[in-house]
């Protein structure tokens, strides 16, 4: 059984820094892409970052390119999400989820695990 826990989440001032960590468990953690999305209240879920079972490629939306920092370490089964410069704009719960391969992709639909998120509050 899969397992992906994030932590890290918080309230912070607009232009601080936050570090967001997913724990996953239950399968072959290398073996497989990871993303983080965000739900702001009143909005669908948007993608935010992905990062390929390697850790050599990822993939942002605009919006955080630049701002925020996907990575991954294998051995503790573990991927990160730093983010820089905080807006309030990116108030939101942030998710993080397993792909259904080693590669990663924008859409929910590359993903078959997911969190049960973690809460970022940025105030202006």
């Known amino acids: 059984q899969v397992q992906l826990v994030e932590s890290g989440g918080g309230l912070v001032q607009a232009g601080g820094s936050l570090r967001l960590s997913c724990a996953a468990s239950g399968r072959t953690f290398s073996s497989y892409g990871m993303g983080w999305f965000r739900q702001a209240p009143g909005k669908e879920r948007e993608f935010v970052a992905a990062?390929?079972?390697?850790?050599?490629?990822?993939y942002y939306v605009d919006s955080v390119k630049g701002r925020f920092t996907i990575s991954r370490d294998n051995a503790k089964t573990t991927v990160y999400l730093q983010m820089n410069s905080l807006k309030p704009e990116d108030t939101a719960v942030y998710y993080c989820?397993?792909?259904?391969?080693?590669?990663?992709?924008?859409?929910?639909?590359?993903?078959?695990?997911w969190g049960q998120g973690t809460q970022v509050t940025v105030s202006s």
């Open positions: 989820a397993q792909s259904k391969t080693t590669g990663y992709g924008p859409s929910s639909w590359y993903y078959d695990y």
């Open positions: 990062i390929n079972w390697s850790g050599d490629r990822t």
